[in-house]
């Protein structure tokens, strides 16, 4: 049977899974990242790891379709270079798409993995297989993607769908990773509704459970997002305010790209329907009506899968004939 | 000899053109818009305008390669369908690809005309032939076009480019014609600089030759640039303060898609370098640094006759194997 070969590589597992030609997830699996030695191992484990399920499954690693790999960090997509993967001690431009080629046999192509999550969920996932959609995942950053026609956008310099760092609180009160002030990642991360959490709590003085959290140091996202659906004030109207900024950013792909389904991921999305309700109110006021009509805000819903559904779905977009 | 016919249908003239199929431009003319009964007598205008030079110029119409339109307003791409062309008097939904295709007998494709022009100044002016670059037209509305991978983005309803109302102004002070408020084009189209003067001459009291012209009626958008490269203090702020938004706008394109030239077109981009100086000093502090990256702010370089060849262009991509 020929297969396609997907792997998403994460700052402490590899996601790992076998497709057949139509997309259907044949088998999925994982194996721990191996950080050390500057992540000398990575590739080479995740080439045995499918090697060892080579008999187990049915298949043949050398004869497979293609593999796609999806990494952490800022990839070259025409050459599968990635440049600087901090989170698995890889330094300087690791050359992941031709080491694995080299090691299987099998042609590769290499994504960003917040990319590979947007076109999975766009194919088989939140988007239905709509051709335009875009991702946001509001994870420990704000990470995204741009599928439009049903193929990634990647531009330029491969820095396309770099949502979390659209600029949306022109305050500019919170720096973020990126050296700048008032990206969208600072006030609709998990470290970003903390932020302003805490901002409200030594501005405006409301006194709450969220309060208490936030002075005894335990407060978290996930504390926060909890204390909001039970209505505590404070938390609530962080979540409005993080919610209106979201809002702002959709309106502004909204207008550049257009795309049919907004799919919100990563654990700050995991409030669901709270959340979209609050973004909704905000976004379609702010948008212009021809770009905002029929546009769907939805929930992820291929969680920790997404990459590797992407990644399956690029080797069939390029490398299948 | 077998030529792309070209048309970029505007409120008061077309512009015709006759292109190999290399895009070398071989002849341009324009005729008036009969914008009379409905503008029934456009695309039949066009049509005996392309036979009359039939013979003239030495091809066949029937025998062209395809036929490329721009109009203005939505367009749905797939059918080439406008919805509501107010500038021509058409009402409801016209079918100009089919109505064209029966009038010529060639195959024919429609897009908006501010995407249009993007295309044209992408594949053959400004962007010299570069995958990925954003087009702003900052005339009497602001208008755009996103070309990725050089091809046009459409979206989900068509709305894509649609940069203009992108929203930039959070004070929301002036009204846009799209029903919102804070859109780009309130604030950076002929109109929008002006809405700027008078809001800073009502606000700021600054006395400038500029400021009589806001009292006795008589500032243009083209005065007020003039002001400003004269050194105007209320027109040299006015227009610190346009591109502030400008560069606002161009730092959400460039998280979303990541163009890597930024084209900037329209009676406003007559200031030339004098605004594009401007707009550097603001985009490059507020944008991601890998998205901003080898990220060129140039002028257009084919005025009226872009729309033109984005449709000789998209007929090159669509229509001819």
Not at 47 to 59: L, N, Q, Y
Not at 67 to 88: E, M, T
Not at 143 to 162: P, T
Not at 189 to 213: P, Y
Request: charged share 20%.
């Amino acid at each position: 049977m020929s297969v396609i070969l997907a792997a998403d590589i994460g700052g402490t597992t590899c996601k790992l899974g076998i497709f057949d030609k139509h997309l259907q997830l044949l088998e999925k699996w994982q194996v721990n990242t191996d950080i050390a030695n500057n992540g000398e191992n990575i590739l080479t484990d995740i080439h045995e790891s499918f090697m060892a399920k080579e008999r187990e499954v049915g298949f043949s690693v050398r004869e497979s379709l293609g593999a796609g790999i999806g990494a952490p960090g800022p990839v070259n997509f025409k050459d599968g270079v990635l440049n600087g993967g901090i989170n698995l001690n890889w330094e300087g431009r690791i050359p992941i798409a031709s080491r694995f080629e080299k090691l299987s046999g099998v042609s590769t192509i290499v994504d960003n993995d917040a990319n590979l999550a947007a076109l999975g969920e766009q194919s088989k996932g939140a988007g239905h297989g709509h051709a335009d959609a875009a991702m946001l995942t509001l994870g420990t950053g704000v990470g995204g993607g741009i599928v439009s026609d049903g193929m990634l956008i990647h531009g330029f310099g491969g820095a396309a769908g770099e949502i979390g760092h659209i600029m949306v609180d022109f305050k500019q009160r919170f720096s973020c990773n990126c050296g700048k002030k008032g990206c969208l990642e600072t006030v609709a991360s998990a470290t970003g509704i903390v932020n302003i959490a805490e901002f409200k709590h030594r501005h405006e003085n409301i006194e709450t459970k969220l309060a208490d959290q936030i002075e005894h140091g335990t407060i978290t996202s996930k504390t926060l997002m909890e204390a909001a659906e039970e209505g505590d004030a404070l938390a609530v109207s962080t979540v409005n305010e993080a919610s209106h900024y979201i809002a702002i950013a959709i309106s502004s792909i909204s207008a550049v790209t257009n795309p049919g389904y907004i799919i919100l991921g990563g654990g700050v999305s995991a409030a669901g329907q709270f959340l979209i309700d609050r973004i909704e109110k905000y976004y379609r006021p702010v948008t212009f009506p021809p770009a905002s009509e029929g546009v769907e805000i939805v929930t992820a819903e291929l969680g920790n899968d997404a990459g590797m559904y992407g990644a399956a779905k690029l080797v069939k977009q390029y490398l299948i004939q």
